[in-house]
């Protein structure tokens, strides 16, 4: 079998990875890929967003399945191009991945569907959102409501700044089209927990629970940014919390969408909120997480070509998805300046020969080849993940293999997994 996997980060390294260990796969392709992913996938220079291109490649070369990564070719529609090729994809549609590409249209889904989430108001004039906060207390989010790499959201802790994100977004657009209307939504304080389910539009099968750290700095401190590390399975998602996730949110979210005539196939990322032990919703993704990937495919004993597969062809209810008794934390490594500016091009030194090997993963997320050097490449460089029998172990080999790699400016958190810890079992 011939696959196709889109995008370029650390997630799309953890997918090719994973991919190549399936005996049913011949050749594996990455568009546009990274200097680690080129060592399992030949990696074809077609950028992710460039549809029109990666189709003409998948026809060209026969590819019997394509995997996307990232958001942005789902929200633009490269399945139903795809499929209107009669090429296999895994994906949601362009309607379908409004889920994650309209705050506005997932909020409006939740409030019909009565799925617990922050209540909200959505807005695309400035005066009527003023007014509205000036009848708000602090804290308060402001979101854009279009896609903003995880980086769209406000969390304010007075309405000044919230007054100030809503000028940012509505009227000096720093956001752009995504921010051309905005959520206003209450503030919930609970602890975050991200799960993940597999579904073919029927039959949803969660993934491990798992938790990211979206703040830059230790102690969840400083700006949102796409992801600054992730562990799994969560002790936070007890049994208990990840039935009434399945119950309350994830099944009612797939039939909702099957009913509109928009079903969803693929994975459906539910980031939420535990408050007194009850999950709300604060937002959907139409993919897998990155770095949760990072995490939770290590954990996975089933073949993932079959998983892909079963979902492509809606038969996930014939599939049993099995999981190892393991425990695995991600450490990313950043440029130093991100998530605002940061330098690229900047050498990496100590990355081991054999970037994936046992118990220790070093992801690539933002790298290039240059000569004989890799070099950073984005805001996000590195995904280094440890397993292990226990969270200790997982977290010794994490950071073990962080402080032996480095590179002018590198930034990482140094409390991943912190709460796994402090929840005393180690495991579950
Ligand atoms: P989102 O992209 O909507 O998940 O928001 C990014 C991050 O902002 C989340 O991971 C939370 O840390 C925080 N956040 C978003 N919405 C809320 C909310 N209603 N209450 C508290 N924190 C929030
Ligand atoms: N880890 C958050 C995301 O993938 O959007």
Known sequence: MKILVIGSGGREHALVWKLAQSPRVTKLYCAPGNAGIEQLAACVAIQANDIAGLKSFAQSEDIDLTVVGPEAPLAAGIVDEFRRARLKIFGPTRAAAQLESSKTFSKELM????????????????????????????????????????????VATTLEQARQALIDMLDKKTFGQSGSRVVIEEFLDGEELTI?????????????????????????????????????????????????????????????????????????????????????????????????????????????????????????????????????????????????????????????EKVLSGDVLVYHAGTKRQGRDVVTAGGRVLGVTGVGPNFTDALQRAYGTVRTISFPGCHYRSDIAQRALRAGTGRR
Not at 125 to 139: G, N, S, V
Not at 317 to 339: F, I, K, N
């Open 111 to 154: 409030a019909r569907y009565h799925i617990p989430t922050a209540v909200s108001q959505s807005f695309t004039d400035l005066k009527p959102a003023l007014e509205y906060l000036d009848r708000q207390h602090a804290p308060i989010v402001v979101k854009a409501d279009g896609l903003a790499q995880g980086k769209g959201v406000v």
């Open 196 to 352: 993940m389910a597999f579904t073919d539009g029927k039959t949803v099968v969660p993934m491990l629970p798992a938790q990211d750290h979206k703040r830059v700095g230790d102690g969840d401190t400083g700006p949102n940014t796409g992801g600054m590390g992730a562990y799994a399975p969560a002790p936070l998602g007890s049994p208990a919390l990840r039935a009434a996730v399945l119950d309350q949110v994830l099944q009612p979210v797939v039939a909702a969408m099957s009913k509109s005539g928009s079903p969803f196939a693929g994975v459906l990322y539910a980031g939420l909120m535990v408050v007194k032990g009850k999950p709300y919703v604060l937002e959907f993704n139409a993919r897998f997480g990155d770095p949760e990937t990072e995490v939770i495919l290590p954990l996975l004993k089933t073949d993932l070509v079959d998983v892909v597969e079963a979902v492509v062809e809606h038969r996930l209810d014939q599939l049993s998805v099995e999981w190892h008794d393991r425990s695995a934390v991600c450490v990313v490594m950043t440029s130093g300046g991100y998530p605002g500016s940061y330098e690229t091009g900047v050498p990496i030194a100590g990355l081991p």
